[in-house]
């Protein structure tokens, strides 16, 4: 009886899940405020990295910034403490204002910063002391941003191993360790907000990235399974975000083509926008975010359609080569640069 009692509740849960997920259609859900919140973003050096890092700017987080390269990394810097500049200006420019008129829906000029860090995720050790220097130096994190990723651009035969390699440690097993080193003193707070930045392609796939696929469906099935771990432990003070946007017009798959015909009603997302979807869902506690919202249609369909007509339905998009001329582009590139520089 205990069990069809609760197989009731079960279902009634599970229904009122689709309200409240209508409802947010419907109705916009306030965002929360990150004010004053340390968020640590990797790759923040360029791409979609620095476009999160001037977003949390503006909403007033503290951030911390890694990427492999010292300079992009210190260009996102200026970039942050320009909009500080500019929040403490128009603040103070209003505070008169606010004195006079008392109102107090004004933020006042706040001493906001923003640190630097170079830091290859890729290895295990420079991400824990990394993470140690930034504890000592700035404070615990409540915001972390798995963003940084890369791409090998070859076909699996002619990719060499070190690539491959490359590419599982960058855009998977990041995840593991930054997620390790921040993730005790979340747990300990119950507060605390992890985002992977994932892809498309960590839901389904496409021929001759098997590389980058696989690190992405690595990425999105440690996501669902911390996800669910936290909610194991009813840390629900924790939340998580996972962002899978199609293709983003960033340069990193410069050159990928699918049908002409269908083009026009499927571009390349503009990363500014992809940013501002995610910062969207960030803020809401949404669970998932796939932009455009067809690609939700697109994993349903793969899940449930026979192998060979996904074939068929990619074959019909230009979706099972698509990758082909971006890795053709990387190969010529590469010849150029080795006939260059004589080798």
Same mark, same amino acid.
């Given at each position: 009886m205990n069990i069809l009692l609760e197989l009731f509740v079960v279902t009634f849960r599970v229904l009122w899940a689709f309200v409240l997920a209508a409802a947010k259609w419907l109705v916009r859900p306030k965002e929360k405020s990150v004010a004053g919140q340390v968020c640590l973003i990797t790759g923040a050096g360029s791409g979609l990295g620095r476009l999160f890092a001037l977003e949390f700017a503006r909403r007033r987080a503290l951030l911390v910034l890694w990427d492999i390269n010292t300079q992009s990394n210190e260009e996102t810097a200026g970039m942050v403490r320009r909009i500080y500049r500019e929040m403490a200006e128009a603040a103070s420019a209003a505070a008169p204002r606010v004195a006079a008129d008392g109102e107090k829906d004004v933020l006042p000029p706040c001493n906001l910063q923003v640190y630097t860090y170079t830091c290859d995720v890729g290895k295990r050790e420079n991400v824990y002391s990394t993470a140690e220097r930034v504890r000592k130096e700035v404070g615990e994190v409540s915001v972390l941003v798995n963003n940084a990723g890369v791409v090998s651009g070859h076909h699996l035969l002619e990719c060499p191993d070190e690539l491959i390699e490359r590419t599982m440690?960058?855009?998977? *097993?990041? @995840?593991?360790? !930054?997620?390790?080193?921040?993730?005790?003193?979340?747990?300990?707070?119950? *507060?605390? @907000?992890?985002? !992977?930045?994932a892809s498309s392609l960590g839901l389904f796939s496409t021929a001759g990235v098997e590389d980058y696929c696989a690190s992405k469906f690595g990425a999105v099935g440690f996501h669902e399974s911390l996800s669910h771990e936290l909610k194991a432990a009813e840390k629900d003070g924790i939340k998580t975000t996972l962002v899978c946007p199609y293709l983003v017009d960033t340069g990193m798959f410069r050159g990928c083509r699918i049908r002409k015909e269908i083009e026009p009603f499927l571009p390349p997302l503009k990363p500014e926008y992809c940013v501002k979807q995610a910062m969207r869902a960030i803020l809401t506690d949404q669970p998932m975010i796939c932009t455009p919202r067809l690609m939700y249609m697109v994993t349903f369909m793969k899940s449930i359609l026979p192998f060979e007509a996904v074939v068929c339905m990619y074959r019909f998009l230009g979706a099972d080569k698509c990758m082909y001329p971006f890795i053709a582009q990387r190969k010529q590139a590469t010849n150029n640069n080795e006939a260059k520089n004589g080798i």
């Open positions: 440690m960058v855009n998977c *097993h990041a @995840h593991f360790w !930054t997620t390790k080193a921040f993730l005790p003193k979340m747990l300990e707070m119950n *507060h605390g @907000h992890i985002v !992977t930045v």
